[in-house]
Every structure is written in C-alpha cells, then in structure tokens.
C-alpha cells in the first residue's frame, strides 16, 4: 500500500484511480447456511416455543459429524428482523505448505524446516449487516487468506526465531542480535499473517461486491490453533472467552464506535473534509438543539478521556460523529460496529460521506498459550456473535457451561448440546440464569473443547 | 481548535497562519532550581564521592520547610551532560476558586456549591531537552493553567454528578439522564481540566519560547490531590508508583517513539507529506542498506501488531520514522519522548521536517481513588523522572522505600531523607540492590506520603 494511498482513496479533492476494466458482471454471491450444517436437524427456539408463533429453529451440526477438536456449534435466525440469517460460521483443518526455496536459499536453511507441512485449525464467525453477502464471502474466503499469508512466513514460524531475512542467510552479522533486541518471536508472525489475512479478505470482498453489484458488510471472530497456541482474532462486536473451572478469561475487545471513539475522532480531526460539513466531530451527553445555543455544556473531543465543557456553537447542533449510547451508538448514524470487512460501498444515507475510512478491517489478536495451561477436562472457549452478550454476561455464560457439562460427560456431541443450550438460553425470560432478557438478534455459537486438542476431530 | 488546524499548522502546501506582530523582544526565560530549594544544603553524590572527579551533589530541601503532605524531595544534575540541569520541579497547594455567577444562573444552584474554595495540591516534575527553558517555564506555569480550568469546570466538581450545562439549569428534562448514561462523573472534569491545562501550558511555552527566541520542550509529571483522590497525569518518560507494604502499582505509563509506534507511524500514512520524502513509516529490525535490496525482510506497519516479512524496495532504504531499540529509540532521529511540552520549532537536523505534528501534549491521568485505600502509616507514592528508572526498577524502589521507612520514622523530613538515598542509589555500583547501574542523567524525585494527607503539610 503506497504512501498517499489513504488520500486517493478517500478525499474527493485527490484525482480518482482509474476505474478498474468492468469484467462480466458477475453473479449475486448465493445465500447459504455452513457447509457442516448440511444433513443438520433443529430444535425449537425455546422449551415453550410451539405456542409462540415466533419460534424459530435452532440448528446444530447432525449427530456422526465432528468439528475440529470436537468442537459444538449452534446458530439461530433473527426474529424477522431480516429475511435470511446474516451470521455465517466456518471451521476447518489448516493445512499450510512450505514454500518452494528458490536458488537464492542455502540447503542448510532447509534442515530448519522438518516437516512438509504444518498444520492447525481453524473457526470462525461472521456477523453480517445490510445483506448476507459480505458475511458469505467472508466464510468462503477469509481461510484461504490466512493460509496464504502464513505460507509466506513458514520458515519464519519454524524457526526457533524468525530470521531477519526469509532467505535464513544474514546479511549483517548481528542480524539475529537485532531480532532478539526487538523481541520478535515466532507468534509475532501468527499475529502478522492474521492482521494480513484479514485486509486481503477485505479486499477480496469489496471486489466481489462490486463485480455482483452487492452491498454489505460483517465482523469477523476468528480462532486458529497453531504450535500449541490459540490465536483470537476479532473485528466487530463478537466476543470470545475462555471458561475455566475457577476462571472466566476474555479473550477479544469488543470495537464500536464507542470503544474506538478517540481513534474515530483523531481523522475526523486530522481530515474533517471526511465529514464534509454534515457532522460535528464533538462528543456530547445528548444531541443538541437551538435552545442550546450560547450556553457551556459537557463535551469532549478526540483528546480527551476526561470531560470538559464548552461554550454551544451553531456548528456544535450538526449531527454527531458518534451519536447514541451502548447497543444504539451508531457511527455516522449509520453502524454500530467500528471494524469489520467489506463495506466499501457504504454511504450516509443522501449523501456521499463514506464510512469506509473511519472503519477497520485489522483485527485485535489475542495469544493463549494452551500447552501453558493445565488444562483440565471442562475447559472450553465460547465464541459467540452479539445476539448472544447482548443478553447474557459472561459470568452467566460461564455458569451454564459449569452446569452443564459436568452432567454429559457421554455424550460425544455435548459441546454442540452446550452450545443450543446456551440459544435457548437467549430466548427465553424465564432461563437458567433467571433474570433473562431474550435476544431477536442472529445467535451463532462455537464452544471448543482445549483438553482434547484434535483427538476428537475424527469423531467419536 | 478550529477543524483544518492540523492541517494549516503542519502542512507546507496549506497557508501559513498570519505571523504574530512581533511584539518587543523578551528577555531569555532565566535558569532556577526550585523554589522550595532555597536555603538547601547539599550532601556528596555517594558515599565514595568524595574521592570521585565527578562528585555532584544531591540537592534537597533545607530542613525546617515542609512540603504539602510533608512530601520528600531530592534531585542531582546530571554527569556533565549539559551546564543546566535540565529537570524541574513544582509543587503547592492549589487553591480553586467558584467562579462568579452570571445573571444566568438561579439560586438554587448556589446551594450546591457550599464552600468558596475547593483546594487541593500538587507535586510536578518536568525532563527538559534541547535547554532548560521549556521546563522552567512549565514549571512556572502548569499550575495556574490548571487553577483556570478547575475553576471553568468548578460548578460540576462539586455536585453529585456534573450537570449537562454549567448553569445547572435543564434545557431537556432528561438532561441529568443523559450525563447518568454516559457514566459522567466528576473525576472525569478532574481529568478533562488536566488534559486541558497541559494544552493550555504548552501554547504558552510555545509563545514564550518563540518571543524570547529560545527552543527546547520537556516531559511534564503532575500529581494532584483534590476531593479525596489523587490524579497522575503524565506526558513522557517520567514514572510514577504507589508503594504499600505488600503492593507496588504502577501510576503512569511512558510514552516514547515505541510505546506510541502505531499511533506515530498512522498519522505518518494519513500525512505522507509529514516525512517529506526522507523517512519511511515502515519500522525493521535494523537500518537497511543496499544489500537488503530485494530480499524479503521482517517488518511493520502502522495497523500491524504482529511482524511480516516484505520485499525490500529503495523506498525503505530511507530513515526509519522511528529508529533504535529501548532507551535509544528515536523519533525521527532526534527525540527519545512522544509526548510532552514544547518543542514547537524543533526540526530534524538540517531539514523543514517538524517534530511537533507527532508529538502530543495531551497526558495520560491516572486516578487513585485514596479515600477508599485502606491507608498504611509507609504507604508512598515514588514520582520521579527517567533518570532513576533506567537505574532502578519499580521493586528495587518499593525495597527501598520499605527498607529505609520503618527504621526512620521519628525524622520530620525522613520522606526527603528517602528521596536522597534513592538518588544515592543511582550513583553507585555497590548500591543497595546489589547490581546496581549508574545514572548520568539529571534524577529528580518527590516522595509522596498519603497516610497524613496534608497533616504534615504546616511543618512538624
């Protein structure tokens, strides 16, 4: 990405790239459930659901096929908030090649490398908005970037640390001293290949929409088993945490308008012609309107943690930046998520004010050093779309797991027993945790087992 | 700040902003040590200096003149370094005004504010570079920038919660419920009116500065006790800790050019201009020369946490926009900070590059909520600047501190007494924790006990 590129992309006063050569107009990405739901039964939404006439079904893998690790997973559709589910799931084995060494590689290089491949897994969740699209292609998609990407750092990752140079031959003696002073390690290069992924997957998506004539955008939660770590990528408001016996551990940030709001406001600041006139940059309790005119109120802008107040100003009553509290804060007044995939096309609504560059498409990752852990037998990982935090925390997440798998010790499918448990969970007042708001949100959930480790994943 | 500002104060293609009417030219800001060190003795930099060229003394304030909180201070100029030293030091009580009340305000209102003063203290230490000015001045200043924006903000601190409008009138009737939803409380005025006054302090020293045509900045320490909680504020280097007997927290962060890598090489790829064609952004192991050309090295970039590797091009033969390892990393190739006060006409070395765009002046706040500790007699707060803790880690300190209280506890001044033998460790091999590094660089350090809280404050 060359410097100035932010600019051309972005700033309507910069000369525009020239338009890409329109190729076949490609056909709309097809609408589709995961690929390990097919032959999948369901049950109803809720114990109570057949005298509702919303009950919605909750669908689960079929009995006799296994997810990586033994892994459960459950989904449920929105309360007819959009026709089609706009959460998508992925998983799978990652199988990543060694690169071919060219002539400029020495042979002792590749006694580093012992294996011909490495191999991990891999499961993901998507939550889409404005259409199933972006969602889709980023289930289809995003694997394979990861897989790329880490493929051209394999000999990094198999070395007891990555050399300076992917060759493996110094150019300076004190090459590796400098590695060693800045402390990079092998998961460094995990940590880069995901960030990496998750931009070529972006731009994957934004083409293929485009091509379709196709709008949307999703998060993204991702977690990746490699070398005996756990690797949590996240862009969105999808969440992951590890549930111990005496430990409830998170293990992503949520990114909203709200939580990213200084870096949102840092390039309203620095560029405010991406507002174009339409919004103020300005933090406030409320919006406000004429009568505030003239009098100080509390504020704060993007240097601020604190609060302060100010005099009103006319261009203070524009509509702000970021409006709305908790689940309703929106950025723009348009999403309420801060990082994601796709999107490229998405406008304020009249206008030609691009959301685009006040979002994120790199993710925050997180390292669980599972071969650190004394793992015991009931220690799982849930990561679940915001249908499910929206109405249970994570310390009632954490008691439903502890209640449930101690009794299903013989089930091979109780992780994915677990997780429509914890659906049914969402959908009803009266639930286990007795104090339940019920979710009319998509609900996707994978709860992975970390004391198998892979046993499982040639089934039971 | 108006939207644009970043952009006609840094960029060479906008406008310049109109040059101030020179006014008559001010004399040079003059050199001091602090106030409270007149009439001090000195003791010998160790206890072998005696025989030492290069004995300096440690510089604390003469018994008989006490400290707010009877806090402890001690400073020692650096080893030949430069003429001045260049470290600060301020500290006081601080007396907050209520603001007159315009016509505007009804009576009721009065009521809530029922003390004509608000005082709390306050203890600073300023790391002056590029001369000793801009921390004189800060020092000079910092504390009556903050007395103004305490005293704007003075109708909020002492209500239950900040109201909406200055006035405290509603203008909706759901204005409280607005500023209750944000979590909007009156430590957050607190923070906001320390983040201003540092604001406020580095446009003064940048006027001041200018008018006296003398350069240089500083990093800016600030404690403030006030309603019951003490607030860290820091931009730079410096470090602050709390000591308890079984507890060593740390107060501050410090902010360098690799602390602040990804915010400092972000605005470096939304301003590519910034860098003027002669630094990259990208950050390497090492400098690269012509050799690394075309060879895939590690690297990264402003959105990546993790490292990758890249195909070296010319471009990334240039200066690295931050460059060198730990206490050597560099901004630009000239600064060791990202954040403090000053610094306006600082320019890398023989070029138009400005340091001042990726500097901020905006600190950090801690806050220390000291009414809800349960206090111990030995419970200190250990401020001081980088010079110490390049020597000193946080629990050789806290060993100290609880090595050298119990048995000094009759001394009125034992809290200077502990400043002193912290310096004191600075300066020798042999010192105390046994492997002991030695500070050339100016130290300063202020002792802070919380268990009298201003007891001590009218002397013993």
């Known amino acids: 990405m060359s410097a100035g590129w932010f600019r051309r992309r972005f700033l309507p006063g910069d000369p525009l790239p020239a338009p890409r050569t329109p190729g076949p107009r490609a056909s709309p990405v097809p609408y589709r459930r995961p690929r390990f739901l097919r032959g999948s039964g369901s049950s109803p939404g809720a114990a109570d659901a057949s005298r509702r006439p919303d009950a919605r079904p909750v669908r689960s893998p079929a009995r006799g096929r296994s997810l990586p690790w033994n892994a459960g997973y459950a989904e449920i559709i929105n309360a007819e908030k959009s026709e089609f589910n706009e959460d998508q799931a992925a998983c799978g084995k990652l199988c990543i090649r060694r690169c071919e060494f060219g002539a400029e590689d020495d042979q ?40 790329r990407q880490l493929e051209a750092v394999v000999e990094g990752l198999v070395a007891t640390q990555p050399p300076m140079h992917l060759s493996g031959r110094c150019i300076c003696p004190s090459d590796p001293q400098f590695v060693e002073e800045k402390g990079i390690r092998a998961e460094d290069l995990v940590i880069g290949a995901l960030e990496s992924a998750f931009q070529e997957c972006d731009e994957v998506i934004g083409r293929e929409l485009e091509a379709s004539s196709q709008v949307g955008g999703c998060t993204a939660l991702v977690a990746v088993s490699l070398q005996g770590k756990l690797y949590v990528a996240n862009a969105g408001d999808s969440r992951a945490i590890l549930v111990r016996r005496d430990e409830v551990r998170l293990l992503s940030s949520e990114f909203t308008p709200e939580t990213e709001r200084q870096r949102i406001q840092q390039l309203a600041f620095v560029y405010p012609e991406l507002l174009a006139g339409e919004f103020t940059r300005l933090e406030f309790p409320r919006r406000l309107k004429g009568d505030d005119l003239g009098q100080k109120v509390l504020f704060r802008d993007h240097h601020m943690s604190g609060w302060s107040y100010k005099r009103v100003e006319k261009a203070d009553l524009k509509y702000p930046l970021i409006h709305g509290q908790g689940r309703q804060a929106r950025l723009l007044g348009t999403l309420a998520v ?58 009632q997440v954490a008691w439903l797991v502890r209640s449930f798998l101690p009794g299903n010790r013989e089930d091979p499918h109780r992780f994915s027993e677990l997780a429509k448990m914890l659906i049914h969970s969402t959908q009803r007042k009266d639930g286990p945790t007795g104090e339940g708001q019920v979710s009319y949100d998509d609900v996707s959930v994978f709860v992975i087992p970390l004391h198998s480790q892979g046993q499982g994943s040639s089934g039971h």
């Open 108 to 147: 002792e290089w590749l006694t580093l490398c012992p294996e011909e491949f490495l191999t991990g897994h891999y499961w993901a969740l998507f939550d889409g908005h404005g259409g199933p699209a972006a969602a889709i292609l980023a289930a289809n998609t995003l694997h394979s970037c990861l897989r």
């Open 338 to 395: 801060s990082r994601g995939l796709g999107d490229h096309q998405l406008r304020v609504l009249d206008t030609n004010i691009q959301l685009k560059p006040f979002l994120l498409s790199i993710p925050q990752v997180t390292v669980l050093d599972v071969d650190q852990l004394e793992l015991q037998e009931e220690d799982v990982i849930v990561m679940a779309t915001d249908g499910l935090w929206d109405v249970l925390s994570n310390e």
